[in-house]
């Protein structure tokens, strides 16, 4: 289980600008977010806040990372339709999701399913989980994880 404190888990993901993996983004500190699906409104609100934060990320020399099983041209019609302006990797196997323990069991009107649990890691340039946030709420979410790193 990934947790404060301990190295994350290395990745490979296809993103609209080509591949990254972990070591992509040595030296610099990482925001990595879970979430569950394109264009759903708590994940567009989530990605609207990251979209609105960037400046005050890019100050700080941080870069964002959002992740879900949605396909590279779903990642892109979202992208596009909100103007984001950061990555979205597709993990559609899950492999990612399951290494940061995120790929959970989900209930939805008394139907068991696996699904992406709203989480966001906070890995300094050595790739170093210095936070997590597990089960997010999106209001609000996005001034914790600047918090975080403003104390980096």
Not at 55 to 63: I, S, Y
Not at 98 to 110: A, I, L, T
Not at 140 to 145: A, D, P, T, W
Request: hydrophobic residues 35%; glycine residues 8%.
């Amino acid at each position: 289980m990934v947790r404060e404190g301990s190295k994350a888990p290395d990745f490979e993901l296809e993103t609209q600008q080509g591949t990254v993996t972990l070591k992509s983004f040595a030296g610099a500190p990482l925001v990595l977010y879970f979430y569950p699906k394109d264009d759903t409104s708590g994940c567009t609100q989530e990605a609207c806040d990251f979209r609105d934060a960037m400046p005050d990320f890019e100050k700080l020399g941080v870069k964002v990372l959002g992740v879900s099983p949605d396909s590279l041209a779903s990642h892109e019609k979202f992208a596009k339709k909100h103007g984001l302006n950061f990555l979205l990797a597709s993990d559609p196997d899950h492999k990612a999701a399951e290494s940061y323990g995120v790929w959970v069991e989900k209930s939805m009107y008394g139907k068991k399913y696996m699904g992406i649990e709203r989480s966001t890691f906070v890995l300094d340039g050595k790739g170093v989980v210095r936070a997590e946030f597990r089960k997010v709420k999106v209001p609000g979410h996005v001034q914790e994880v600047k918090e975080v790193l403003a104390n980096l």
